[in-house]
């Protein structure tokens, strides 16, 4: 069964930081890109990060760039985001979701982690 | 960015009913390699977001036959044939064409 699985959320004060990671099963994963996309709760979704198989192409939000770093480790199938001064509008459910071989698009979701950011 | 706009944000329907959610783009999602990446997506209540619908009406592994995509260009449109009570949640489109994907802001669907 394909997975992803997010981990790492948690409350923090703005200006701090937090790693999630995204653990993939059931697929090949340096053979897919992936995405972070944010959902504030009530709200709609927003792509934030993206990679593709390699790492050699990496694209960020401009409301992130410059504070968050996606990388990945195709050795142990984890996806991570680095996330540095966070700030109070950051504070959103995180998924972890796996891009499309063969067509552009997302197919797989994980259940999210939930970042808070408040003082 | 692509910016997604999608019409009604709310929906109410009756059980057995049709409902139809339109979705317009800010440009044309046609790709250079001349395919149209626009895709439907499904939020449950307490879920994660599931894909529907692919390439404008494709209808991705699992997904019952009584959802339908169809569009060109910059105008597309999901349509359920009857509803029933498990469709009830918010709809995304989705384009792919142009990095980054953007979404459009979502239609509630629920129950008269």
């Known amino acids: 069964e394909v997975q992803l699985v997010e981990s790492g959320g948690d409350l923090v004060q703005p200006g701090e930081s937090l790693r999630l990671s995204c653990a993939a099963s059931g697929f090949t994963f340096s053979t897919y890109s992936m995405h972070w996309v944010r959902q504030v709760p009530g709200k709609g979704l927003v792509c934030v990060s993206q990679?593709?198989?390699?790492?050699?192409?990496?694209r960020y939000a401009d409301a992130v760039k410059g504070r968050f770093t996606i990388s990945r480790d195709n050795a142990k199938n984890t996806l991570y985001l680095q996330m540095n001064s966070l700030r109070v509008e950051d504070t959103a459910l995180y998924y972890c979701v796996r891009g499309t071989t063969g067509w552009a698009g997302v197919d797989v979701w994980g259940q999210g982690t939930t970042v808070t950011v408040s003082s | 960015d692509i910016v997604m706009t999608q019409a009604p944000l709310s929906s109410p329907v009756t059980l057995g009913q049709p409902a139809s959610i339109s979705c317009r783009s800010s440009?044309?999602?046609?790709?250079?390699?001349?395919?149209?990446?626009l895709s439907w997506l499904q939020q449950r209540p307490g879920q994660p977001p599931r894909l529907l619908i692919y390439k404008i009406s494709n209808r991705f592994s699992g997904v019952p036959d009584r959802f339908s995509g169809s569009g060109a260009g910059t105008d597309f449109t999901l349509k359920i044939s009857r509803v029933e009570a498990e469709d009830v949640g918010v709809y995304y489109c989705m384009q792919a064409t142009q990095s980054p994907i953007t979404f459009g802001q979502g239609t509630r669907l629920e129950i008269k």
């Open positions: 440009q044309s999602l046609v790709h250079s390699d001349g395919n149209t990446y």
């Open positions: 990679i593709n198989r390699d790492g050699s192409f990496i």
